[in-house]
């Protein structure tokens, strides 16, 4: 029994509180927020894992393919399924589409962060002095 237990606490650690995981809403926060985000998440990790529920799907795809687009990141593996949601107005739960994307460090993706970086502080440099 103490076997299972254990079980069960480490799949709920390792589910509930993964540190690379960011969930994605299309109504809290701006697209770039998320795109920055995942940037940093995969400077201090080798991926990052989007994920989303119902109308943010679209977000996600899009968050990844600007990732990809700019040559920070590859995909991994793409999952979808289905998840019973509560509703509140309703008396039996409503099903979701979800969707979780993990994304890995290209090769040169400490090399254009480095580069994007160095831009930022010309530009601010540049700033300063006029």
């Given at each position: 029994?103490?076997?299972?237990?254990?079980?069960?606490?480490?799949?709920?650690?390792?589910?509930?509180?993964?540190?690379?995981?960011?969930?994605?809403?299309?109504?809290?926060?701006?697209?770039?927020?998320?795109?920055?985000?995942?940037?940093?998440?995969?400077?201090?990790?080798?991926?990052?894992?989007?994920?989303?529920?119902?109308?943010?799907?679209?977000?996600?795809?899009?968050?990844?393919?600007?990732?990809?687009?700019?040559?920070?990141?590859?995909?991994?593996?793409?999952?979808?399924?289905?998840?019973?949601?509560?509703?509140?107005?309703?008396?039996?739960?409503?099903?979701?589409?979800?969707?979780?994307?993990?994304?890995?460090?290209?090769?040169?993706?400490?090399?254009?962060?480095?580069?994007?970086?160095?831009?930022?502080?010309?530009?601010?440099a540049a700033e300063?002095?006029?």
């Amino acid at each position: 029994m103490e076997e299972v237990t254990e079980g069960v606490n480490n799949l709920a650690i390792t589910e509930q509180h993964k540190k690379n995981r960011i969930q994605v809403s299309n109504t809290k926060k701006p697209l770039f927020f998320y795109v920055n985000l995942a940037k940093r998440y995969m400077q201090q990790h080798e991926e990052v894992e989007l994920s989303a529920l119902g109308m943010a799907i679209a977000t996600v795809v899009t968050v990844a393919e600007i990732l990809k687009n700019n040559g920070l990141a590859v995909e991994r593996k793409i999952m979808t399924s289905t998840v019973d949601v509560k509703d509140d107005s309703r008396s039996r739960p409503i099903q979701k589409a979800k969707i979780e994307i993990v994304l890995g460090k290209t090769e040169k993706f400490d090399e254009l962060m480095a580069a994007a970086e160095e831009e930022r502080e010309a530009a601010k440099a540049a700033e300063e002095q006029s």
